[in-house]
C-alpha cells in the first residue's frame, strides 16, 4: 500500500525531526518543534464509486514545486484543504513522486535541517567546532536509524572524503542532482578497502547524506564491481551506482554508459539481488537515457521495456481483434484483468475450450458492440492521450540540454515527441485511465455464461449491466460447435441458460442454491482448515477485528486471504476479503451472498 510505503520512508529519513501519530484510517505526521501538521494521510471507502479511497494531503505550495512536479500531480489533484496540497494516491503512479513531495514539505519547514554558509568561498576541508544541539541532534538520528555505524573515533577519515563533504555548499531540494554531480565527478576514481555489510535505507540516496563508515563501504564494494566481481549491497548503494552510470561517472564514453547498466541489470539486479522493480525502473531508466541522448528512433527501440512492449501488443490485438485469434484476444484481455478468472472452476477443468469460446465472445462483443457511440476498446481503454514526459525523472540525473525537434514512433500506438524547448511528451494508452471496474465486470459475465453452458462448478447471479452479452456469447456458442464439427448445435441448452437468467434476476439464490437449501443438513467432520476459514469468515461478518486471533493461531494474514478468496471464489466469484491498513476485512458488497451460504438466509 503506498502509504506505507510513505510512513516507511519518513520514519527512515525524517524520524529526528517528526511526531508520527497513526490512528484508524488517519495517519498524522507533525512538525516536532512547532507541533504542527505537515503532512496526513487518510483512508475512507467511497460509496458512490464502491472503491477505498486514499488522500495525502501535504503543506505545500503548488506553485513553489518544479514543473516536472506539477505535471507528474496534475491529474492527481483534489480540492484542497486548507494550506495543504491535496492528492487522489490511487492517481499517483509512481511512489517516487510522492518521496519528492514529502521531502518539498520537509526541506520547507524541518528548521533542524543542516546547510553550510554562503560565504564559504573554497573548497577545502576545515575543521568546524560542534554545538551541543548539533550533537544531540545526531543522537537522534542515530537512535531512530539503527543501521546507521557509531563513528570509530580512533580511526582517522580519508582525507578525500573530508573534501569531499566540504564541496556541499547547501543541500536543498534543487541542490541535490548539482551536488550529487559534483561530488560524484570528485570521486569518481576513489577506491577503498572498507568491507560494509550492514543493512542501510535512504530514497534518492546522496554522498553527503552517508555517514564515512558507508561511503567507504559503498567505494569498496563499487571497486569488486568495477573489476566485475558483484556481491551483495543494501538497495540504496546499489541505486546509487546506478545513478552514476546514468551520469557518465566512471565512463570514458556513452557506449560505456549502457554496456555498464545492461551488466549491472543482469549480473546483480537480476541475479543477486533478485530485485524485479528494481530490474524494472532500471529498464525504463536505460530507455529514457537513449531518448535523452538523442539515439537514432531504431536504436532507441531496441532498449524499450519489454513491459511497455508486452502491453503495447496486448493493446494492439484488442484495438483490431478482427486480425487475431480467440486464444491471442483471451490473452491480450487477461493482461489487464487481476487474473482471478483462472480460479474458475470451468477454466480448471475445461482450459483450452474455455479459452477458445471465451475469445470468441470477446471477439464478437469487440467487434459489434457500441457504448455511447464508442466501441468496447474504446470505452475500456480509453484512447491514446497526450501528455507531457520528463526521462528519468525519478533518478537523480541531469538532463542533456541540447535543442533538438525529435519523435521517436515506438509503435503505432505509442509515440514520444521533443520540441524545440527541449520538453518532451507522449501520446500513448494512459493504464491509470483503463476502466478496470468495468473490464472486471465483462470477465465476470463471461465466467457467469461458461459456468452455466458447460453445467460446471456453482452458478452466478446475472448482472443487468451485462445483458448486451447475450447474443455475442451465443453466436460464440455455435461459432465453436460448428468449428469442432459439433453439429448437434446444443440450442435448448442455450434456451435453458436464457430463461434461468431471466428467472434469477431478481432474486438472490440461484436454482443450485435453492436445491442446497432445501437438502437435509447433514453434519460431517470438516478439514481443519475448512473449519478455521469459516469460524475467521463469521467473525468478519460481525465485524470484529480478526488480527489478535490470527496471531494467537500463527496465521499469516495474506495466507489466510488467498485461502479464504480460493474457497469461495466458486461460489461469488471474486475475492471477498482483502488486507487493508494491516487488517484482514470483509468486502461489504458480497455481505449477503455469503450469509446465505452459511446460514441459508437472506
Known sequence: MMINEAIDYIRSKYAYSCNLDIQKNLYLVCDKKTKNWIIYFMTFFDQETNMQKAYCHLLLDELGLNLSLQQAIKDAKVESVGKFLS???????????????????????DHHIITLEDHVEDSTYHETPITKKEVRRQKRILASNP????????????????????????????????????????????????????????YYPCYHDMPPEILRGYFSWRKKVREGEYHPIATS????????????????????????????LERFVKTIAHDERMADIVEYWIFDLALDMHFPIERAKAYFPDRLLKLDRNLMTLKKVKDHTPLEIFQSLMAFSDRSFYKSPVYKKEPEKTKEIAGMIIKNAFVDYRIKKKTLFSFIFK?????????????????????????????????????????????????????????????????????????????????????????????????????HKLMDINLASLQKIRYEAALTRESLLTEEEKEVEQQPVVEEEKDVQDHMTEVIIKKLLKNEDVTSFLQEHHLFMEVVADEINEAYYDEIGDNIVEIEDNKLVFIEDYREDIEELLYGRK
Open 147 to 202: 543501521q546507521m555505524p557509531k563513528l570509530n573515533k580512533e580511526e582517522e577519515m580519508p582525507a578525500k572524503l573530508k573534501e569531499m563533504y566540504s564541496l556541499v555548499m547547501h543541500n536543498g531540494y534543487y541542490d541535490r542532482i548539482p551536488n550529487f554531480l559534483k561530488q560524484g565527478k570528485f570521486m569518481a576514481e576513489y577506491e577503498d578497502d572498507y568491507p560494509w555489510v550492514d543493512d542501510y535505507k535512504n
Open 87 to 109: 492528492l487522489d494516491m490511487n492517481k499517483i503512479n509512481d511512489i517516487q513522486i510522492l518521496f519528492q513531495l514529502i521531502d518539498q514539505v520537509f526541506y520547507t519547514y
Open 237 to 264: 548503494l546499489s541505486y546509487l551506482y546506478v545513478y552514476e552510470l546514468l551520469n557518465g561517472i566512471g565512463c570514458k564514453d556513452v557506449e560505456e554508459r549502457f554496456d555498464k547498466l545492461e551488466e549491472f
Open 383 to 483: 484512447g491514446q492521450r497526450s501528455k507531457d514526459y520528463f526521462p528519468l525523472y525519478n533518478a537523480l540525473y541531469e538532463r542533456n540540454k541540447e535543442g533538438e525537434v525529435l519523435t521517436y514512433d515506438i509503435d503505432p500506438i505509442r509515440i514520444y515527441h521533443l520540441n524545440q524547448y527541449n520538453n518532451w511528451d507522449i501520446k500513448a494508452f494512459q493504464i491509470n485511465k483503463f476502466d478496470y471496474k468495468f473490464l472486471k465486470g465483462f470477465i465476470r459475465e463471461i465466467d457467469r455464461f461458461l459456468r452455466a453452458y458447460l453445467e460446471i462448478g456453482r452458478k452466478l447471479k446475472v448482472d443487468d449491466a451485462f445483458d448486451f452479452m447475450e447474443p455475442y456469447e451465443e453466436k460464440a456458442i455455435k461459432e465453436y460447435e460448428e468449428k
